[in-house]
């Protein structure tokens, strides 16, 4: 049974309150992007009731405490659906009164968990390191990402206080959904019209006038910078892998 809901965290807290509610412990907690039509697999509408997901965060508190709830929100950031079925069946097990240590590496779908967290850990400071603004006509400041898991949440606060002086939107191509910060506060946005989503991809940011004067010298900067004597492209790559190149105005046009 597929378990449809909006690929929100709220929303996949719903789909274990109503796993226990039909008693349908065999879900997999999918969003209707990722169903494949299957003549073994039946689907389920979950809807998204924030009531249902605080008892489920409530509860969940009790059995684990506050501090390892972060366990199961930075797995679903994952953004996959192999990750959210692990996680959902952990949750079900700790509701069922097992014996579920989640902190046991000896227990794989645990140790899968903490895999998967720490890739999503790496992704979070990648992004830190690699995101670059763009100052548009309006005068904001603008980053498009493309990150391989879901870590705009995790990010913001750092941007936040990094740049608390400036505005500016960091927007998720692959999402398409990003956050914008007005000097004051930050609000979640989105690119669609009337209700219909858009082509993220084709998101353009008009520059302000001087903004290519700058990204010029920076590169001519850098390469003025750079001995070629001393390039050792494996170490480079190590530090900086080549995905993330193209937030970076110096490696533009670089080739390895």
């Not at 959902?88 to 700790?94: D, G, N």
């Not at 913001?156 to 608390?164: G, H, L, P, V, Y």
Request: charged share 30%; aromatic share 16%.
């Amino acid at each position: 049974m597929y378990y449809l809901f909006d690929g929100s965290f709220h929303g996949y807290l719903c789909c274990v309150f109503e796993s226990f509610e039909r008693k349908e412990f065999d879900a997999e907690p999918i969003t209707s992007a990722m169903q494949r039509p299957s003549i073994f697999y039946s689907s389920r509408e979950i809807a998204t009731d924030n009531q249902k997901a605080d008892r489920i965060l409530q509860a969940l508190e009790k059995k684990i405490g506050k501090k390892d709830i972060a366990l199961f929100y930075h797995n679903f950031l994952a953004d996959d659906a192999a990750a959210w079925l692990n996680g959902f069946q952990l949750l079900v097990a700790l509701f069922q009164q097992q014996n579920v240590e989640v902190r046991n590496y000896g227990d794989p779908k645990v140790l899968l968990m903490h895999q998967t967290i720490k890739k999503v850990s790496r992704e979070r400071h990648r992004m830190k390191a690699f995101v670059r603004f763009v100052k548009s006509a309006d005068q904001i400041y603008t980053a498009l990402v493309d990150p391989d898991f879901n870590v705009l949440p995790l990010v913001t606060r750092f941007f936040k206080d990094r740049f608390a002086d400036q505005s500016w939107l960091i927007y998720d191509l692959r999402r398409n959904y990003g956050f914008f910060y007005d000097r004051k506060s930050v609000i979640e946005v989105t690119n669609a019209i009337e209700g219909d989503v858009q082509d993220p991809y084709a998101f353009e940011v008009d520059l302000d006038p001087r903004e290519l004067e700058f990204q010029h010298l920076w590169q001519t900067y850098f390469k003025s910078t750079n001995i070629e004597a001393r390039k050792n492209i494996k170490l480079h790559l190590r530090h900086v892998p080549k995905r993330y190149w193209k937030y970076l105005v110096e490696k533009r046009s670089a080739s390895v």
